[in-house]
């Protein structure tokens, strides 16, 4: 049975509603450890344990600094459960910036990776979820950054999600191989030839095609993903809320409304953001997924069962053969497994 580690500090609707969560994935038989205020948590089932760990870092302004001086932090203690082994994989429902922290200095880098990425499954209407990364790891990013993340993307596709051969992409401001920043187009230029090994790279798609179905992973720096991923929420929520006003106006559009009552939802519910469970810490040496602060209990029950889903794929070991035969990993280095000076995490 897998056991996942989860940080119940830093929920936006309190710890009570990760506890639940958690309770949840118990039932489906997944192993939990909680981290975080154990009065707030309240009564759990059996296959959830609760260390009580009051301290939240959720808010912190400098997440590395917070990680390293608050051991006590609910956070640092789930990332440290499973680096000794306790647990299998991570789930955080506090903030980007302190996962990302807590991952790196004790889950760490694996070995050969630059950067870790953030990778989020998102969800289109009427298709399969198209993954997206980096969507807040990292705000800028080199060539080799980029190439790993597209190696990184693909094997988690595969892996995790099921897709056979995923069509690999670059968001740039244009379809052609000539267009893109300097970096996307060295990357470009890697992937089209001996570092595209194993990859079906597709090229550049524009953001237009992002949810069209051409690409099954598309690439970008941190800063890029995460103002697209959250243009996209905003606009999908907006454009629903839109459609509530308008089918409220009138008699007749609220009759319309209660027809369309049923397609509505339906539509509501494939493009629910708690569906993906989070966004997954890819490039560390142990499964990590960040669950949104404002996910319900379904969504961090979701986000627990992708987490050991990611362990019983072993997509660790997945990426690293995948990057391994494309000659994509770095050569070692002293130093190599710590976050270093550049390393920013956006937040998500």
Not at 108 to 127: C, E, K, M, Q, S
Not at 233 to 238: A, K, L, Q
Not at 259 to 264: E, G, Q
Request: charged share 20%.
């Amino acid at each position: 049975m897998v056991t996942v580690a989860v940080d119940a500090g830093g929920a936006d609707l309190g710890p009570g509603e990760v506890g639940a969560g958690a309770a949840l994935a118990a039932a489906r038989g997944i192993g939990v450890v909680l981290f975080g205020p154990a009065e707030e948590i309240g009564e759990v089932p059996a296959g959830v344990e609760v260390i009580d760990a009051p301290v939240s870092i959720a808010k912190a302004l400098d997440p590395a600094f917070a990680v390293r001086s608050t051991p006590e932090a609910s956070i640092v203690q789930a990332a440290r459960a499973v680096a000794d082994g306790r647990a299998q994989a991570l789930v955080s429902a506090g903030s980007t910036g302190s996962a990302l922290a807590a991952g790196l200095f004790n889950l760490r880098r694996d070995r050969g990776i630059h950067r870790p990425a953030l990778a989020l499954p998102l969800p289109v209407p009427d298709a399969d979820p198209v993954l997206l990364l980096d969507v807040g790891a990292n705000v800028n990013c080199r060539p080799e950054h980029l190439v790993q993340f597209a190696h990184m993307g693909s094997a988690f596709s595969a892996a995790v999600m099921g897709v056979n051969r995923p069509r690999v992409a670059f968001l740039s401001n244009g379809e052609e191989a000539a267009r893109g920043t300097a970096d996307v187009l060295a990357a470009h230029e890697q992937l089209s030839g001996l570092g595209g090994k194993g990859l079906n790279f597709i090229g550049n798609i524009e953001g237009t095609k992002v949810t069209a179905g051409v690409a099954d992973v598309v690439v970008m720096d941190g800063f890029t993903g995460n103002i697209t991923l959250k243009l996209i929420e905003g606009v999908s929520s907006r454009t629903m809320r839109a459609i509530r006003d308008v089918a409220m106006r009138s008699p007749r559009g609220r009759l319309g409304g209660w027809l369309l009552r049923p397609a509505i939802g339906e539509l509501r519910a494939q493009i629910d953001p708690e569906t993906p469970g989070g966004a997954y810490m890819l490039g560390l040496r142990r499964v990590g997924v960040v669950a949104h602060g404002r996910f319900t209990r379904r969504g961090f029950a979701r986000a627990i069962e992708v987490a050991a889903r990611a362990v019983e794929e072993d997509v660790i070991a997945k990426t690293r053969v995948a990057l391994e035969a494309a000659g994509a990993l770095r050569q070692p280095a002293s130093g190599a497994g710590r976050p270093g000076p550049s390393e920013h995490a956006a937040t998500v």
